[in-house]
């Protein structure tokens, strides 16, 4: 389902067409796809290119796949069951070659996921990322190891049918993508005071 | 100067074609521009909608650029003293509706910000983030309030002439992009065990 932001100012394709559907197709994603939006992950930004992203990516049918959706909130299950990747999204809290902190971390891999889901709009996938899923469950489940945060579980397929949803119902799913003006946090002179760019 | 990333698996020409330069031309950028790229961030994904972003943007010549310019580190005035679009991102680490932390705030604001990178490729511009300033020093001079916590200073403009680098060498600026691959960052069935993608 085609849903462009209603972008007051141009942007690209790619940035107008990203959003975050609950009605996956069951349709598995190539694994040159997988491979191509951890690709796009991988050339993000970070400070000290320090890179502090790591994924666990999990196919449909496979032990990580099934890690994941059990770590989910009864809520994301309830959508999430028949999505063809499910992953973990993490960051390294502190610089590999000094073990100092990298408070840039938790952003520069916010980069990385964001880089990764425009890829996937453009090979005509969607990805879904959620805050609801037990990270301490996760972090047992899969050994993460201390210093690395989980930040989010991400579904990754096709777009699917909205009229299958049950939770959350199909009418949310059609409702128009919202988000304030820039106005509202791009400021100039002092922090609140609105830049005065049109 | 283009810079496309060595990418092992195919990546969008934005995806492939961002990077950050040192180097930057003094041409002022259209304020349509800068418009699009926070439209860009705009549109990013954020846990609950929340939108935790803020920017401060300053154009060249004007009190809010050289607030910024004034809070970067020595190293980074170095190069950045002709970039003709200066911000600062800030991430919101409360939600707005009941004030409770939101784990997401500075993800979210990475998210943000590798937008405005991408629609910055797609206008011919260029972004460079630096960790290297005073986030106290910013947050006096632009009365940031507590909770929102100063993540990047942005350099935004159109690619200058490496040659006319002191610091650092136009050597630096001509060497090539380097990234783990995907494989180093990329796993399955627990973490630290490579994902078998390829």
């Given amino acids: 389902m085609d849903k462009p932001a209603p972008a007051d100012h141009p ?35 970070s400070s ?7 994924f666990l990516v999990g196919l449909k049918g496979d032990e990580t796949w099934q890690g994941v959706y059990d770590c989910l909130v009864d809520a994301n299950r309830a959508w999430a069951s028949e999505v063809p990747v499910l992953m973990l999204s993490m960051a390294h809290e502190t610089f590999p ?3 100092k902190p990298n408070r840039h971390a938790q952003y520069d891999t916010g980069q990385a996921v964001a880089a990764l889901a425009l ?14 899923f037990d990270a301490e469950a996760a972090r047992t489940r899969f050994a993460i190891p201390p210093g690395h945060t ?5 579904a990754l397929g096709s777009a699917g049918d909205p009229d299958t949803l049950s939770v959350p119902p199909a009418a949310r799913e059609r409702a128009p993508r919202e988000r304030g003006a820039v106005s509202t946090f791009t400021f100039a002179g002092q922090w609140g005071e609105e830049a005065r760019l049109a």
């Fill in 11 to 45: 942007v690209h394709d790619l940035i107008g067409g990203r959003w975050s559907p609950y009605a996956f197709s069951s349709e598995a994603v190539a694994r040159e796809q997988v491979l191509s939006v951890l690709e796009a992950a991988r050339w993000a930004a």
């Fill in 48 to 54: 000290y290119n320090a890179q502090p992203w790591s």
């Fill in 97 to 99: 070659w000094n073990g």
């Fill in 119 to 132: 890829q996937a709009t453009d090979l005509g996938l969607f990805v879904h990322q959620m805050a609801g």
């Fill in 150 to 154: 989980l930040m989010a579980a991400i």
